[in-house]
């Protein structure tokens, strides 16, 4: 089945830095989806994106699917911005995989 | 409020005792999905259904069942919890051909 690797596994910046965490996927998606998990554990959606570039506030992403990465961009990062970040990606009849996710802390 | 919600929120369970942990949807999506989330191994796939009437089994199936009589409803049974199956469930939904999958708040289930 289709494997996702997230990187880093963990990322540590001061408030107003910017970031970018990278998701790669094995295979053909026609589903990519970012995911942001709070401290109390819900599951945000960040952005559909199986391809293409979008961009909502301070957050953008970009997958390129013939390449098999996507990238999510933080930018001016606030404390509230801290959590997990999870890449999940499904290709063909396949289910939706997740990866190990990017620990994210935010200081002020 | 439209979308998934999965009850209980949390949950103690003595070892050897059977649960079901509920998840209904209102966006009338075709395909619902349990996922279990464990520290260092992310969310992994439990079962899945991708219409009323049907059922198929994700990456870690053994100890669970489920059912699915209605577009809405995707109930998950631990028959007998083990100390193992203590985790974060999440519920999920979409329609099929993926598309956005959507998730409930969770259900915290510990089993002593």
């Known amino acids: 089945g289709i494997q996702v690797e997230q990187s880093p596994p963990d990322l540590i910046l001061q408030e107003g830095a910017n970031s970018t965490l990278r998701c790669n996927f094995s295979?053909?998606?026609?589903?990519l989806q970012w995911f942001h998990q709070n401290p109390w554990g819900q599951l945000i959606n960040l952005f559909y994106?199986?391809?293409g570039t979008k961009q909502n506030g301070r957050l953008s992403a970009t997958t390129v699917a013939t390449e098999r990465y996507s990238l999510l961009y933080i930018s001016s990062s606030q404390t509230t911005d801290s959590g997990v970040y999870f890449c999940?990606?499904?290709?063909?009849?396949?289910?939706?995989?997740f990866g190990k996710g990017t620990k994210l802390t935010v200081n002020p | 409020i439209a979308g998934i919600t999965q009850a209980p929120t949390s949950q103690i369970l003595a070892a050897g005792r059977r649960m079901t942990l509920r998840c209904t949807q209102d966006?009338?999506?075709?395909?619902m999905y349990w996922y279990r989330q464990d520290l260092g191994l992310g969310l992994r796939l439990i079962h899945y259904?991708?219409?009323?009437?049907?059922?198929g089994k994700g990456e870690v199936p053994d100890g669970y069942s489920v059912s699915r009589a209605n577009t809405d409803d995707f109930p998950l049974t631990l028959a007998s919890a083990v100390p193992s199956q203590t985790s974060v469930y999440f519920c999920?939904?979409?329609?099929?051909?993926?598309?956005?999958?959507?998730f409930g708040q969770g259900t915290r289930l510990t089993v002593v």
């Open positions: 999920a939904s979409s329609e099929i051909g993926g598309a956005e999958a959507f």
């Open positions: 999940a990606a499904q290709g063909g009849s396949e289910k939706l995989v």
């Open positions: 295979d053909s998606v026609n589903n």
């Open positions: 259904s991708n219409t009323a009437g049907t059922t």
């Open positions: 966006m009338r999506h075709n395909a």
């Open positions: 994106i199986p391809s």
